[in-house]
């Protein structure tokens, strides 16, 4: 809506219609003044039609009014709230009776998420209208599984019916577009703290679908742990924001904390104690809670470096701890799998068998980062095998190691997933560059996950190659970067902190150039050396907020048009129980364009 004074008129008329029940203790409303919430003493005159903070900021100066991550079709929020009875919400979902399990658990979240904007869950003012949301879904269950192919856009219809009762009509190809409408439909749901009542954007019409297809986070759960409740948390987090990938680094030389079925001892090695581990039944738990929440939780088998911990006794590693450790690895604990080691593959396919038996991944991600040479050269074993094959023992015959491993440890995958040629992820690495790229990787098959800054002349490399790539440049989306060094003084390796304007200027356009149709999306990574679970929130928040819109929209604009937007944002993370980073003081929330040294043109 334009600020108008036509347009600041009929929102206080429509509004008005609220009943405003007098406060002694609220001083302050808003009202909506060039296109910013401006806020006003209330009085006995002013009382009745006073706007709180959420609803001034849903139709003041912003066509997408507070929606996060904005959306890309039209959008029409017309000026119209009405109360809700929000426990007479009945949802209409037109599907079969066999998704019911899944349907329930997203209902069951949803309304926790619209309880969850209640102070203290306590509300003063109940009543208002009913509302019903009808989901328009096709009956088709082989739609319940994300993949690469999957539709997730959605249409939103809200309006009300001659009695007033709300009526919220959500269109989409399958689950996943439908609970995207969902999430955006309880982000038009907003507590009136004026009221002390539950009110609903009650004319709306939004089209809506994202730009990029795969929008995900990194969690590295080896090099500290994290409890599955704290891993579901952050799947919460994901769900708000429309990000649908979690990529979960379970193991790495540090600890082996997944249970395999067939191996118990690379756990019961690994692990960092009894208790920090995920049995087969968390994995399956998980990845259901990912689903409900429309996010695949793919799994990560780092090979053949980043291995250690849980391998122990089974001679089948080289380097292990070895020291000094900076001669063989770029972190302690050192180690990587001895490719030379017929054995060591019925390990890997053990283990890529528990993956695909409780992740059911539609992608999978073989790691492939780090290897290093010095490693497999300090064993005699591998080089009197290289020997045996007439190789010597350069750097380019390390690299033919790697590709020997690497082709056989994809044989083991495909022998698992059945042959499904299942989409295999690689980290960029020595591997990915010419000439040994051509030489091991198929681009048909092989998609490359770009770690390296954002204009590495070796992403154009990749790219015209045909290789499809996600991104995540260590410059904008190593979330763990900032903070002392570990093993050194001084700052870690990718100081410094990453603010959330560059993570949401990080545009894929400007990385990628012409082969922009080759990238599938990106992901912000936390590497876990000096975070675990218990400072884990605001590390990712609201930062992943930022990068999920970049990823969501694409926005031609930059971070300094979504400040305002991203502050009451992270109210909204803080409300479903993440604990977010604060941005700003809570005054420049209240003062909406007071704090910016350049102040935005709420009008443009
Ligand atoms: C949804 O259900 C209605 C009847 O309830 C039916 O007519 C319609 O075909 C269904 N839509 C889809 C896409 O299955
Ligand atoms: C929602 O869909 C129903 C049935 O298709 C229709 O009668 C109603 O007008 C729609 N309401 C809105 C707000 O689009
Ligand atoms: C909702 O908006 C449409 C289009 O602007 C308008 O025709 C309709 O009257 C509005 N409904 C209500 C209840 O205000
Ligand atoms: C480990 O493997 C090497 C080479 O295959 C062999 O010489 C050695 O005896 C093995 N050690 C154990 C403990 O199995
Ligand atoms: C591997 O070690 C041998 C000595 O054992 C050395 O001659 C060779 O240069 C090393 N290779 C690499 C790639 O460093
Ligand atoms: C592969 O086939 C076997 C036997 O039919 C089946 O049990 C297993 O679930 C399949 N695995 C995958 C990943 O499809």
Redesign the pocket.
């Known amino acids: 809506m334009k600020s108008s004074a036509l347009g600041l008129a009929l929102l206080l008329a429509l509004v008005s219609q609220l009943t405003a029940h007098k406060s002694e203790d609220l001083i302050y409303g808003y009202e909506c003044r060039s296109g910013l919430c401006r806020k006003v003493e209330l009085s006995e005159e002013n009382f009745a039609q006073a706007i709180s903070l959420p609803v001034c900021r849903l139709f003041c100066g912003s066509q997408i009014g507070t929606l996060w991550p904005q959306p890309t079709g039209a959008v029409r929020l017309d000026t119209l709230m009405r109360q809700v009875d929000i426990s007479f919400i009945d949802i209409n979902v037109n599907a079969t009776v066999r998704k019911e399990k899944l349907w329930r658990a997203a209902e069951e979240r949803w309304m926790e998420m619209l309880e969850a904007k209640i102070p203290d869950r306590k509300i003063l003012a109940r009543g208002g209208y009913r509302m019903s949301v009808?989901i328009?879904t096709p009956d088709d269950l082989a739609l319940a599984k994300l993949t690469l192919e999957t539709d997730e856009s959605y249409n939103l219809?809200?309006?009300t019916d001659a009695s007033g009762h709300v009526?919220?009509?959500i269109t989409a190809r399958n689950f996943f577009g439908a609970r995207n409408g969902l999430e955006t439909l309880a982000q038009l749901i907003v507590y009136d703290d004026i009221r002390r009542e539950v009110q609903v954007t009650a004319n709306v019409s939004i089209s809506d679908a994202p730009v990029y297809k795969w929008r995900g986070l990194l969690l590295d759960t080896s090099r500290n742990y994290y409890s599955v409740k704290s891993i579901k948390r952050t799947l919460d987090g994901m769900a708000l924001v429309k990000l649908n990938t979690f990529h979960w680094h379970i193991t790495d030389s540090h600890s082996f904390p997944l249970e395999v079925r067939k191996r118990p001892e690379l756990l019961k090695l690994g692990a960092y104690s009894p208790r920090q581990v995920y049995t087969r039944r968390d994995v399956a738990e998980v990845v259901e809670y990912g689903r409900v929440r429309g996010i695949r939780v793919m799994p990560e088998f780092d090979a053949p470096a980043h291995v250690g911990e849980g391998w122990q006794h089974k001679n089948m590693t080289a380097c292990f701890n070895a020291q000094p450790w900076k001669d063989f690895c770029v972190e302690p604990p050192c180690g990587q799998l001895d490719p030379t080691v017929n054995e060591m593959y019925d390990v890997l396919e053990d283990i890529y068998e528990t993956m695909f038996e409780k992740f059911d991944p539609d992608v999978f991600h073989m790691g492939g980062d780090e290897v290093s040479t010095n490693c497999w050269n300090s064993s005699r074993t591998i080089r009197k095998w290289m020997k045996k094959q007439g190789w010597g023992l350069a750097t380019a015959d390390f690299m033919r190691l790697w590709g020997h491993f690497q082709n056989e440890a994809l044989a083991r995958v495909d022998k698992v997933a059945n042959n499904s040629q299942t989409p295999i992820i690689l980290w960029t690495s020595g591997l990915t560059e010419e000439p040994f790229i051509d030489e091991n990787l198929n681009p048909e098959r092989y998609i490359i996950q770009i770690w390296t800054t954002g204009v590495d002349p070796k992403i154009k490399k990749i790219l015209e190659r045909g290789y499809k790539i996600i991104v995540s440049n260590y410059d904008a989306l190593y979330f763990d970067c900032g903070g002392a060094g570990w093993v050194t003084d001084g700052n870690n390796w990718c100081s410094p902190y990453i603010g959330w304007q560059k993570v949401y200027d990080n545009n894929l356009k400007t990385i990628a150039g012409d082969y922009e149709h080759h990238v599938l999306g990106a992901e912000a990574a936390i590497w876990s050396e000096q975070i675990d679970e218990h400072t884990l929130d605001n590390r990712f928040w609201p930062r992943a907020s930022a990068m999920a819109e970049r990823l969501w929209s694409n926005p031609s604009t930059g971070w300094k048009q979504a400040e305002s937007r991203l502050l009451l944002h992270r109210e909204r993370l803080v409300e479903n129980g993440l604990g977010a980073e604060a941005v700003q003081p809570q005054w420049c929330l209240q003062n909406e364009n007071e704090c910016p040294i350049d102040a935005y043109d709420a009008q443009a």
């Open positions: 009808n328009n219809e809200i309006d009526l919220a009509n």
